[in-house]
């Protein structure tokens, strides 16, 4: 079974500086997804960024960025600029690229201050 | 942008009674999740849904829930008689049939189901 591990319970930033959030995985598959999603305090989950294992190139979607380690099964989430709207829990995911219906296996969160 | 939509976003409950927890997927998507969350930790994957049935369950889906699809755009869940620890924020989600897009799930607001 794939397991998902987020080991920064919280982390803190000063607006407009830069936090990196850790990543683990465990999955004896090669073919799957990264996500990350952020839950603001309304509890609304939204995708933030995605992974494909398949792609060497880390993902950019403007301010969020990651660095992949394929080998290391590191996936870590590099916010830039941190803005005040950026505080949320965010939420490291894995999903197998087996089959259309495979669930989404998610980390415990990791809870992010943005210091004004 | 299409958006999965759930209502209501706060039902309230006695124990031992029967909700049904509603959700409208984006229009063109093919499979089909719930998922919950218990305040306080991560999300788990509850069921997921395709063509009409159940492709996987967790071991938390048990007789107590069950899905449907009743008519081509609604997508509910019933929990038969709430427990207590049924008290969750719910989260349906909805990926579409392409390789690309049934990959990427998104996820509804949440409904929050209190059990008194």
């Known amino acids: 079974a794939q397991t998902v591990t987020q080991s920064q319970p919280e982390m803190s930033v000063q607006e407009a500086e830069t936090v990196t959030l850790s990543c683990t995985y465990d999955?004896?598959?090669?073919?799957?997804?990264l996500f990350w999603y952020k839950q603001p305090p309304s509890r609304q989950m939204i995708l933030v960024i995605r992974?494909?294992?398949?792609?060497?190139q880390n993902a950019t979607e403007n301010r969020f960025s990651v660095n992949f380690q394929k080998a290391a099964k590191s996936f870590s989430l590099k916010i830039s600029d941190s803005q005040l709207g950026d505080a949320a829990m965010y939420f490291c995911a894995y999903r197998s690229a087996r089959g259309g219906y495979q669930k989404v296996t998610f980390g415990t969160g990791t809870k992010l201050q943005v210091i004004p | 942008e299409p958006e999965v939509t759930q209502t209501p976003s706060h039902q309230v409950t006695q124990m031992g009674q029967e909700v049904i927890l509603r959700c409208v997927p984006i229009s063109n998507h093919l499979y089909f999740y719930w998922y919950r969350q218990i305040l306080g930790q991560k999300v788990e994957f509850l069921v997921s849904?395709?063509?009409?049935?159940?492709?996987?369950k967790s071991e938390i889906f048990d007789d107590q829930f069950s899905v449907e699809r009743p008519d081509g755009s609604n997508f509910t869940l019933k929990i038969r008689s709430t427990k207590l620890e049924d008290s969750a924020m719910y989260f349906c989600?909805?990926?579409?049939?392409?390789?690309?897009?049934?990959?990427?799930?998104?996820f509804g607001a949440g409904t929050r189901l209190s059990v008194l």
């Open positions: 992974q494909e294992a398949y792609k060497q």
């Open positions: 999955t004896s598959e090669s073919d799957y997804y």
């Open positions: 849904f395709y063509n009409n049935e159940i492709s996987e």
């Open positions: 989600a909805s990926s579409g049939g392409t390789h690309l897009a049934k990959n990427i799930q998104y």
